[in-house]
């Protein structure tokens, strides 16, 4: 059967159709099942992220472009204080207008910015306290860049502001504490050169605080001129120097606001090193020291100087005389001391004293000059270095120093004299070194004053052996009692009358160790003169008791003995109480001591010595006038004191038999001692001829060579106390 071609076209193109109809169907069921699957993605999705969104603590809220909420999360809920069927749908005014309960200060301050960008806001909640947010906000746009919608974002930053508050009290607190102690900080970063520093850094000189970069470049300019290289060196020296070192101080005068210049210290460290090893960053300190090295100015000053007179002191000297030696130079050093100028002190008082040092000292500026140096040794001591090239010159100016010294003095109405003594040692004939022409000048000084005061001496061997002598016997002075070096002996006192010894006199003797046999007129000066005295004064004492009491345990009678007082010995208050309990202690009778002060004590301060006097009166002790003839007795004291006797001094007895003034002097006393109740006793008789002369003119006693050396306590024992022998005084 044939068909028709327009049969078979129509049922190919039926046929055609058919086929494309189900490849469509197939297709759009297969885009269909895609579309379903990415529909079943996307909500998957979206449910993945709601629920992130959910799971997070912090408020999130998601508005359309009409800024109504259609999205947030269950912190927001919590936050806002309503439930998501209460936010989602609505504009915040439309909530606030609902729920007139919550907080406009809430929703207005977390949730109304439209902008994208973040801010820090705080709010102030129900309860009462505020909290803190940080709130993010990102404007979300469509593929035509049209507002599609917006997404919040607020994390809660409480505790980080808390903790940023008490960080900027802190910082306050440091500044403030840093201002006080004046201490400022500062970080340099080398390689980029920038430079901070605290506030208390300018403020400690007055310059307003620096917010941010500081101008280092503009800080180095305040340097003091003197000190900016030092300075320089020093940073560049470790910015540059191989060394391992990465510290560096240094103190500099930096100019304060007002335009003077504080001393500051400046202490740093590196605290970062680059690649190469060069410092990279550094941190310093700089501390206000002014004050600090004003007082170490001040201290060294016045190591260096007097305080009182401000001339430089022996420290300062002794520099300078090394500065100014060279070869062929010829120096003097003079020792200058001024002669009883305790007597100022004493008399007039130590403002007077003082004063007076100052004209000493004004007097000496003027009279040195320009051509030496003058310096306060200390007390009434000054030393003064003058050139000496010419000896006839350099005695013209000693001399000229000492009768400008020597002038009249007015000071505070008083007029009085004052005068100095003067040693005087060359350089390099008596030492080459400052030390050795002190103690040189040292000892002519002494000679000078030894030898009457107000004059100059020139520094001799001879002086150096004598200060060389009285330093060693000094030092074994010191010792000797500890080591019972001394020991005493006894001159016996033979009465005239009956020729039978009436008493002693107990002389110290010192035999040393190391130099042997010492004469007691060397080494008693020396005691007094380093105050010694006392203490051998003491043990005087005690050993005549301890003596006395001995014999009187061997069942012999003693005789009175007699002991010296020294003037330091006698001007101690409790004296009589010393010897009372020295007395009570080795149980001796007091009537076997006997007291012996010279005559110039006795008239020292003749009130104090009838006090004394009387004091041992009481206790039963006897008390003599010893050396008398050579003071200047008032006799008006003299009949008031409560001595017994009166002992011619031994220089007007040594020449009484050739000479008609000693003579005559030797009987006045005798005749004085006699109107007044006294005994007399002349002692130094060493012939039979003096002895004769003093029976006939009277005298009682009589001590001496003729009768006996001083002698040790036993062999008086025996010769003297034992034997009870008579002398033959005198011819009948």
């Known amino acids: 059967m044939t068909y028709p071609w327009g049969t078979i076209l129509g049922y190919f193109l039926a046929s055609c159709f058919l086929l494309i109809l189900i490849y469509v169907h197939i297709k759009i069921k297969a885009e269909r099942n895609i579309f379903f699957q990415q529909l079943e993605h996307s909500e998957n999705y979206k449910n993945q992220l709601t629920s992130s969104l959910d799971a997070l603590s912090d408020p999130m809220w998601i508005k359309d472009k009409d800024q109504t909420y259609i999205y947030c999360n269950p912190a927001f809920e919590q936050f806002i204080g309503l439930s998501k069927l ?37 709010v102030c909640l129900p309860c009462g306290n505020v909290d803190y947010f940080q709130v993010s906000t990102e404007r979300i746009y469509d593929i035509s860049n049209k507002l599609f919608s917006s997404v919040g974002h607020a994390q809660k930053i409480t505790l980080f502001k808390e903790r940023e508050s008490e960080l900027v009290d802190a910082e306050i607190r440091v500044n403030e504490a840093l201002k006080l102690t004046k201490v400022g900080i500062w970080e340099w970063d080398v390689s980029k050169d920038i430079w901070f520093a605290t506030p208390s850094y300018f403020t400690m000189l007055g310059y307003a605080p620096v917010e941010g970069m ?36 240094y103190q500099a005068r930096i100019r304060h606001i007002d335009g003077n210049y504080r001393w500051i210290g400046v202490r740093c460290i590196v605290t970062e090193f680059d690649q190469e090893d060069k410092p990279a960053r550094m941190l310093g300190v700089r501390i206000d ?65 003082d004063k007076l040092l100052l004209t000493v000292a004004d007097r000496m500026r003027t009279l040195v000059n320009n051509i030496g140096y003058v310096a306060r040794q200390g007390g009434d001591e000054f030393i003064i270095l003058l050139p000496a090239d010419n000896e006839e010159c350099l005695i013209e100016k000693t001399c000229a120093i000492k009768e400008a010294l020597s002038a009249r003095y007015n000071i505070d109405q008083h007029q009085f004299f004052i005068t100095p003594s003067i040693g005087v040692s060359l350089y390099p004939r008596n030492g080459e070194d400052f030390d050795t022409l ?4 040292d000892a002519a000084m002494y000679h000078a004053k030894h030898t009457g005061r107000n004059r100059y001496a020139f520094f001799t061997e001879e002086m150096q052996a004598i200060s060389t002598r009285a330093l060693t016997l000094g030092n074994a002075l010191h010792d000797a009692l500890e080591r019972q070096e001394f020991s005493l002996h006894y001159q016996p006192q033979i009465s005239l009358i009956t020729g039978k010894i009436i008493g002693a006199e107990a002389l110290i003797r010192w035999h040393s160790l190391e130099l042997g046999h010492v004469s007691p007129g060397e080494f008693i000066p020396l005691a007094e003169e380093n105050g010694q005295i006392l203490a051998i004064g003491e043990w005087g004492l005690r050993e005549t008791a301890r003596q006395l009491k001995q014999w ?29 309990a020295i007395l009570n202690e080795y149980a001796v009778p007091a009537q076997y001591l006997e007291l012996e002060l010279t005559e110039r004590i006795a008239t020292k301060d003749p009130e104090h010595t009838i006090t004394i006097l009387e004091s041992f009166q009481q206790l039963g002790i006897h008390t003599s006038i010893d050396d008398f003839g050579t003071g200047y007795s008032s006799l008006s004291y003299l009949q008031r004191f409560p001595v017994y006797k009166l002992k011619i001094d ?39 001829a003096q002895l004769e002369m003093l029976y006939n003119i009277g005298c009682d006693d009589i001590q001496g060579y003729y009768i006996s050396r001083p002698i040790p306590a036993e062999e008086f024992k025996i010769g003297f106390l034992q034997k009870k022998q008579r002398f033959l005084v005198a011819q009948d």
């Not at 340097?223 to 560096?248: A, G």
Request: hydrophobic share 35%; glycine share 4%; proline share 2%.
């Open 86 to 122: 209460e936010i989602i749908g609505y504009k915040d005014e439309e909530i606030q207008s609902q729920h007139a309960q919550l907080s406009q200060n809430i929703i207005h301050t977390i949730t109304s910015n439209e902008e994208t960008g973040t801010t820090e806001e705080y």
């Open 552 to 580: 009187l345990e061997e069942g012999i009678t003693p005789v009175r003995i007699a002991v010296n007082l020294s003037y330091a010995q006698f001007q101690v208050n409790d004296l009589p109480a010393i010897v009372a």
């Open 438 to 441: 002190y103690q040189r000048a």
């Open 650 to 688: 031994q220089s007007f007895v040594r020449n009484m038999t050739t000479n008609t003034n000693d003579q005559v002097i030797v009987g006045t006393i005798i005749l004085l001692a006699q109107q007044l109740g006294m005994t007399t006793i002349a002692e130094g008789v060493e012939t039979k």
């Open 214 to 249: 500081a101008d280092r470049k503009a800080e180095l300019e305040k340097i003091h001129p003197e000190d900016r290289q030092h300075v320089m060196d020093s940073i560049n020296n470790i910015l540059t120097s191989k060394n391992e070192s990465n510290y560096y101080k």
């Open 289 to 353: 020291i002014d004050e600090i090295q004003k007082a170490h100015d001040q201290v060294e000053w016045l190591a260096h100087h007097d305080s009182l007179t401000k001339l430089p002191n022996r420290v300062a000297l002794n520099k300078t005389f090394h500065q100014i030696i060279k070869p062929n130079t010829k120096i003097a050093l003079l020792f200058i001391d001024l002669d009883h100028f305790k007597n100022v002190n004493d008399t007039l008082g130590h403002s007077i004293g």
